[in-house]
């Protein structure tokens, strides 16, 4: 008999949170119960899951009781707050935000790359920034051909990422442009519309924000490549929720055969080939959209070094991004427990 | 007494066409007459400028008779075709299409990095390529303080590149798509609103597509470097008519002091530096739009290369990107006729 699971959503009622609930209606999982938590203000709302409504519950140390799997979505102040709570009930923490990534206790996964790592938590698995799990399943196959010594990144990131606000703002906002109005910013410190800007994270004393922080620091943890060098620039361009990320990659000798690296990404699960010059046919994020898969293409020998290749990838912000993975990091876990 | 010059503008029906008469109206031009050229199609056309009238008149080999100067801005096709009888006709071409920048014998001018080579014409100088212009101006200023030695690039261009009528396009995709329409694209082969995608030149056998091989080959010509190491990944954005690009800038030797690049790029007549972390403030289109300066921030070492940096340079398309330059570089062709 398959063993099936109690599994808990922080952020039920937030973009990824309903995401992963449509994940979990849709996919094969192993569900025994399914309890829905948000923060007070959201408690109290009906969300229909398989046919049956479900009463959004108040967040609070004793949700957790009878949970094996909590799925966080719902901030950094939350997951620190309430994970170590839903860990002592005896629950695996999913947590979708930044607060666990980096703590050396707590793995960060992208099943596709580094599963075994699931094994080596204490209680919490994290779930990786949504612009560094899109390029690193682009770049990860390619270790199968040759090591990898340095990325170059810009991103092109949708505006899913600052949440589902964001996209209503980004659509609100066009509307005002195309009326001739002034768009008023709310979510964002700048008009979207017909605009693009740097990610408005906080920016360090290196120059670097928090964006591409984690890009370079999650790289590193999630390839176990400490001595990895990247560097990133992050844009916030108007598309509603795929990421686009040019990557430069440099490998640590000579660039592989373009045919091996090629079938490497072919063959690498999560990864589809968009590559077709003759129709001008590449990763775009309106193909990406809604789909699992990770579309790579422009994928060409850089003339500007011999040890290097460019490449262009597209991925859903809020599936692979987010909820998709955390799903997957669920899955997995589950499957290990049967193992 | 100050000579004037008699000046044609072949394509002054066109986006470019238009911003050019607009410059000449509004700035200081030593301008003894006018004549405004175009296709058939356009001819006939009454254009103001200056509170006068002037009818379009239709681009034939006898077009140029008393020209001094004539600025072709209507396509390849139409320079290759007519620059030479504007030449004959004894004027001087200033030629915003791709037909002669790689011409040995044609200069391929940025006012502010390589006037000098304006005398070397004989009858053209070529505009460069809009993308190549911006990133350029961000570039060029390093070499005060070290010499380069490789740009990574990745653009984010405007609809306007490709002319007002896909600026048209993304405003009315836009619209379709608000009204939950599907966007029908007539420009370009994929829709632009809420989307990106590569760049639709033609790609070559070794992958780049031609624009992107512009600002390989033209950043070499401009910068008089034929070695330089150049990798670029053009994309389209749904904005309007200013370009992005995210450039890492590696210098031969180790990198210089960040204090200084900074002051390199705050003298460089044509750039101002937006570069303000507290204020999450960086270039971004909708303020470059309408300015004659090249917007550059995100001015910061590379973490990755220790002789690199990343910067984010935001231009207009349509003014330093096009007409603005050919604009200069006709001024800049007045003034040394004088000296």
Known sequence: MVREYNVAIVGATGAVGTEFLRLLEQREFPLASLRLLASKRSAGRSLRFCGREYTVQELTPESFEGIDIAFFSAGAGRSREFAPHAVAAGAIVIDNSSAYRMDPEVPLVVPEINPEDIALHKGIVANPNCSTIIALMAVAPLRKVGAIRRMVVSTYQAASGAGAQAMQELLDQSREVLLGQRPQPRIFPHPIAFNLFSHNTPVGEDGYNEEERKMVLESRKIL????????????????????????????????????????????????????????????????????????????????????????????????????????????????????
């Open 224 to 339: 176990h490549q400490p001595d990895l060098r990247v560097t990133a620039t992050c844009v916030r361009v108007p598309v509603l929720r795929a990421h686009s990320e040019s990557i430069n990659v440099e490998f640590e000798g000579a660039r592989p055969p373009l045919e091996a690296i090629r079938e490497a990404l072919a063959s690498f699960p999560g990864v589809v080939i968009v590559d077709d010059p003759e129709r001008s046919h590449f990763p775009m994020p309106i193909e990406a959209t809604g789909r699992d898969e990770v579309l790579v293409g422009r994928v060409r020998a850089d003339i500007s070094n011999d040890n290097a290749i460019d490449l262009f990838v597209c991925g859903d912000q809020i599936l692979k991004g987010a909820a998709l993975n955390g799903f997957q990091i669920a899955l997995e876990w589950t499957r290990r427990q049967s193992a």
